[in-house]
């Protein structure tokens, strides 16, 4: 089974409004909630590719209750951690005409670093015993200490179980340094950390920072991967217009299928390009369109990639 | 006691951002949440008052069982009825620097009107046996037949208990037919019901409608109250500016409870208006300062009313 820990999880709750005024008073038409948070997104992914997934995080309060009863009848393995706080909200408010989006997003509970911490790290612990790959997902809620996903990488390391992990701020630049397999930012939290524009640049200087290897997302133009065993490029047949909620995500659950699933690195990288653009055209934010990523998969471009000089 | 009931009971969930800026991202600085519904409102006023109050309606799904939460270790008795629906949210988003908020609500759960109906209007004949006087607060949730309060109207008045509706559109129209003791309505809602915006024209077609007493709300200027012992304008010494929020609900509460202790109507209207407007000088959306309604109370101009020629 692929694990998967959101230490930050979120019940993403979406409302429809004609369009949004700022100062003026709306109705809202229709009210969708669902479990959210990277790392729920990511094992929806690897459900929906046939292998098992077992979610970790914390979870917790009323918040937390409605999230795991619409978690309960979806294929990942519920394995939250509880916590006193009540687990946040992601309100996405969605222009009817439009389609716009306006995002609110609650900043998570305090979660305490003695008792609930500690719990959750027995909880890791037991998990990563059946674990195939654990992917380390998105931000850290208030009270973990920001150097949490390097501790995360060390045991999964120690446990000899790959470890992918995407997060931004410090926490990443934390985590790098304790040699994750896999990395997988985008150009903003790559120059962030690298202070370099150029994406082949910062790939290699996240590298020499302890990744083994980095994926960088070129978001519409697929990623650039560098490995231990090369560098590649790969991208969709055509850049695709629509919702880029989620496809990082999509991407992490296409690297991670494919790593346990035996495949080399091109064909990796073909599945999770295949699996964000699918994500991008599909109507509901955060879903992958199966059809479309049937007919991408075998479209994909992998190329050994060429420095220009 | 006073009774109040709130059929459309609400979670207010209140969102502080920097500004709100439609189709970007925002994070949420500080979540606030509290019962809501403009019959919990009068309720809580009711309470700080010192008079008994018991709230009822729906409440139900996860949301219902947080607001029951909060509203639990306050004065207001619950006796609210379950319902399977999930009780709606509403929110308001406030910009940080300015104080201007952006309010989405949501629409309420489907109540149904053989099983749920019927059990609200049990508990609300057992509660009528007790309650000095009664208000009807708010709009109906799906599924709530349009003629709801006329039929509350008339239940309370068969058990010989004072009533008020508070409401608008056609469940007010249909409401004032069953002939309620009081009507609160702004001036919006009587230019709807009545299609005058004179406020002495409108309230005086609103009492032949069936209302014994209008009370018409003139915002900052006071009331006018046209009642079976005669016409009265109530006005605080000086408008004042602020967060009209629940402003009438605190006039509601200031009408029922000098009600349920016998005063006069001058007393009556000087109550009502020294606590709405005690409720717009609140820092905090509605509550109501109780050092400014103690200073105004004595200083409301209550005047018999004098058409102009």
């Not at 009540?86 to 609650?106: C, F, Y």
């Not at 446990?159 to 150009?187: F, M």
């Not at 969709?236 to 217009?241: E, H, L, M, Q, S």
Request: overall charge negative; hydrophobic content about 45%; aromatic content about 4%.
């Amino acid at each position: 089974m692929i694990l998967t820990v959101t230490l930050n999880t979120a019940l993403d709750v979406t409302y429809t409004v004609d369009a949004l005024v700022p100062h003026t008073s709306h109705r809202v038409g229709e009210v969708t909630e669902r479990p959210g948070g990277k790392g729920l997104n990511v094992a929806r992914v690897l459900g929906a590719l046939g292998h098992d997934s077992v979610v970790t995080g914390f979870a917790g309060g009323p918040t937390g209750d409605v999230l795991r009863s619409l978690l309960a009848p979806l294929p990942p393995r519920d394995a939250l951690v509880p916590v006193a706080g009540n687990t946040r909200r992601t309100l996405a408010v969605t222009d009817r005409s439009t389609g716009d989006t306006t995002q609110l997003n609650e900043p998570g509970p305090q979660v305490s670093a003695a008792a609930e911490w500690a719990a959750f790290l027995r909880t890791y612990g037991e998990l990563l015993a059946d674990a195939d790959a654990v992917a380390l997902c998105g931000s850290l809620p208030p009270g973990i200490h920001v150097g949490a996903y390097a501790e995360l990488v060390r045991i999964a390391r120690a446990a000899a179980v790959p470890v992918l992990l995407d997060t931004s701020g410090e926490p990443l630049r934390r985590g790098i340094a304790a040699r994750p397999d896999l990395v997988k930012p985008n150009a903003e939290e790559l120059a962030q950390l690298t202070g370099s524009r150029d994406p082949l640049r910062a790939a290699g200087d996240a590298r020499r920072r302890g990744a083994h290897t980095v994926i960088a997302s070129l978001g519409p133009d697929g990623v650039l991967a560098l490995t231990p065993d090369g560098v590649w490029r790969a991208a969709p047949p055509a850049p695709v217009r629509g919702n880029p909620t989620g496809a990082g995500d999509s991407a992490v659950a296409g690297l991670l299928s494919a790593l346990a699933e035996g495949l080399d690195w091109p064909e990796r990288l073909a599945r999770a390009v295949a699996l964000s653009t699918a994500t991008v055209l599909a109507p509901t934010a955060g879903e992958f369109d199966a059809a479309a990523y049937a007919e991408l998969l075998p479209r994909i471009v992998v190329e050994p990639h060429t420095p220009t000089p």
